[in-house]
């Protein structure tokens, strides 16, 4: 099982993690349910302990935080960053 992020996402994360105060935080992701349209897939900085029942993935020197139902949804995916 794992999560993982691209080398430009990771950049990215970190220059936004060091602009909010918060260098040592972690991303954390999780699905949730999106009414008639399907999973949505979500994303927030998170500063606190990981959860009792959350795993922890490392990619690219940031911690991934993915609650144990999310990762049915999620193993295997690949984080990027892109700007349009």
């Known amino acids: 099982m794992a999560i993982t992020l691209s080398e430009r996402a990771a950049q990215e994360l970190k220059a936004l993690l060091?602009?909010?105060?918060?260098?040592?935080?972690?991303?954390?992701?999780?699905?949730?349910?999106?009414?008639?349209?399907?999973?949505q897939y979500q994303m927030a900085i998170d500063d606190a302990d990981p959860e009792p029942n959350d795993l922890v993935f490392e990619s690219h020197g940031i911690r991934i935080y993915v609650d144990d139902l999310s990762i049915r949804y999620m193993d295997g995916s690949s984080i990027d960053y892109v700007e349009d």
């Not at 918060?22 to 349209?37: D, E, I, M, T």
């Open 18 to 39: 060091e602009e909010s105060g918060a260098p040592n935080a972690s991303l954390r992701v999780w699905v949730a349910g999106g009414g008639c349209s399907g999973l």
